[in-house]
């Protein structure tokens, strides 16, 4: 069926919602007192129904206001119609994981796809085993351009302050820092003292190939510089350079934690003050009221929730 806009004119949904009241109530008086209005507008809605239908819609016997062949005809088809755009308007969306064969592309950064992924797969596998999750690589600077290019449904990582008004954030929680290292390969005294901190080499985690972050500038104002001698794109590579290279790296706490219980580093505070991380969740606003993805933000809190309490 092809609708153009000229097929509505002078039709309105209040006017067939008045034709489905007259119909039922056979009444111009009771179809006024249901719609909580006075008898003059529904008749001359009545009016405007048989113009728009060529049609009387309602005639008159002696057993009071009748409807004809033509009205009865509208009545059958448009009363299903109406019912699913009520529907569409006013029931809440539902959404059903145990059913639903949906998929997910979700967006995080290395680090949280290792801290949090698993504890989500598990979830999900066990929650809605029907749908399919696809977890794409996203650094701090990629959020808005992926959800504009449809690139992820959700994003999940430390996302840079700001973005356009229809990227919607969520902060999931704050954490700071440890510097991690491998003993057998750097001889440290802790507590980790400003010296020792400077006079190591240091391995970066960064995402446009830079040399310097919020460490750097800490220590400048404390007149002081590191060498950052290796600058990485991944958490994941550090804990195997660690093990081979007398080297430290400064790391959000939950990192510093999965990569000591992984491969055997050590873990201590860094010798200066530094402002916490964040993860953030974005989304765009034109999803903020889809019933799957709300369901999907909920199992990510969850999942985070019970990873921060360990």
Request: glycine residues 6%.
């Amino acid at each position: 069926m092809n609708i153009t806009e000229r097929d509505f004119r002078g039709v309105d949904l209040n006017l067939l919602v008045t034709l489905l009241v007259l119909l039922r109530e056979r009444s111009v008086t009771r179809a006024a007192e249901k719609l909580h209005l006075g008898q003059p507008a529904v008749s001359g809605a009545l009016s405007r129904l048989r113009e728009l239908f060529d049609d009387p819609i309602l005639v008159r016997t002696a057993q009071g206001m009748s409807p004809t062949v033509k009205a009865l005809q509208l009545e059958a088809e448009l009363l299903p119609a109406l019912g699913k755009i009520h529907s569409a308007l006013f029931e809440p969306s539902t959404f059903d994981p145990v059913t639903s064969e949906g998929v997910f592309t979700v967006g995080m950064s290395d680090w949280v796809e290792v801290w949090l992924g698993p504890r989500l797969i598990a979830k999900l596998h066990q929650m809605a085993p029907a749908i399919r999750l696809a977890i794409k690589s996203v650094d701090p600077f990629q959020g808005p351009a992926m959800l504009e290019q449809n690139g992820m449904d959700l994003g999940v990582s430390c996302f840079m302050d700001g973005g356009p008004a229809w990227m919607l954030r969520k902060r999931l929680c704050s954490m700071g820092f440890l510097s991690v290292y491998d003993p057998a390969q750097v001889a440290i005294t802790e507590p980790l003292t400003l010296e020792q901190y400077v006079s190591h080499p240091h391995l970066m985690v960064t995402y446009k190939g830079a040399f310097e972050s919020n460490v750097d500038v800490a220590l400048a104002e404390m007149g002081l510089r590191r060498t950052v001698q290796f600058a990485l794109p991944r958490f994941s590579t550090l804990p195997p350079i660690l093990k081979r290279i007398p080297a430290l790296a400064t790391v959000p706490k939950v990192v510093a934690s999965c990569m000591c219980a992984a491969s055997g580093l050590r873990a201590t505070e860094p010798p200066l003050a530094l402002a916490d991380t964040s993860v953030d969740l974005v989304w765009r606003a034109t999803r903020d009221k889809d019933p799957a993805l709300r369901w999907l933000m909920s199992v990510i809190e969850e999942c985070l929730q019970e990873a921060m309490a360990l």
